[in-house]
C-alpha cells in the first residue's frame, strides 16, 4: 500500500490518538493539529516516541480560529495530505458550554 499523509485535527484526543498510532505504525505520515484544550499531552509525546520526526508532525492550534495555524506547515505536507479525521471537539456539554464565545 502506498504511503500516505494523514490530517488528524484533534489528535491527542482519544480517538485521535488511537487513530495516529495506527497510521503511523502503518508508516504513513501524520499531520496532528490540536490546542490540547481537552487532548492530553502524554498522548502526543507517546506518539513523538514510536514515530519518527518526519513521519509525525504536531501543529498546537486552535482549528476554530482563522487559517493561521496552516502557516506552520510547508506547502509540500499541505499538497501531500491524502485523508482528513477532522475530530476536534470539545469533549461534553459542560467544556463546550465553558468555551463558548
Given at each position: 500500500?502506498?504511503?500516505h499523509?494523514?490530517?488528524?485535527?484533534g489528535?491527542s484526543?482519544?480517538?485521535?490518538?488511537?487513530?495516529?498510532?495506527?497510521?503511523?505504525?502503518q508508516?504513513?505520515?501524520?499531520?496532528?493539529?490540536?490546542?490540547?484544550?481537552?487532548?492530553?499531552?502524554?498522548?502526543?509525546?507517546?506518539?513523538?516516541?514510536i514515530?519518527s520526526?518526519?513521519?509525525?508532525?504536531?501543529?498546537?492550534?486552535?482549528?476554530?480560529?482563522?487559517?493561521?495555524w496552516?502557516?506552520?506547515?510547508?506547502?509540500?505536507?499541505?499538497?501531500?495530505?491524502?485523508?482528513?479525521?477532522?475530530?476536534?471537539?470539545?469533549?461534553?456539554?459542560?467544556l463546550?458550554?465553558?468555551?463558548?464565545?
Open positions: 500500500m502506498k504511503n499523509t494523514v490530517l488528524i485535527t489528535g484526543g482519544f480517538i485521535g490518538s488511537h487513530l495516529a498510532e495506527y497510521y503511523l505504525t508508516n504513513h505520515s501524520v499531520i496532528i493539529v490540536d490546542n490540547f484544550c481537552t487532548g492530553l499531552r502524554s498522548n502526543a509525546d507517546y506518539l513523538k516516541g514515530s520526526s518526519e513521519k509525525l508532525t504536531i501543529v498546537e492550534a486552535d482549528v476554530s480560529k482563522p487559517w493561521g496552516v502557516q506552520n506547515l510547508s506547502s509540500e505536507s499541505l499538497q501531500n495530505i491524502n485523508y482528513v479525521f477532522h475530530l476536534a471537539s470539545p469533549a461534553s456539554p459542560p463546550y458550554q465553558e468555551m463558548a464565545f
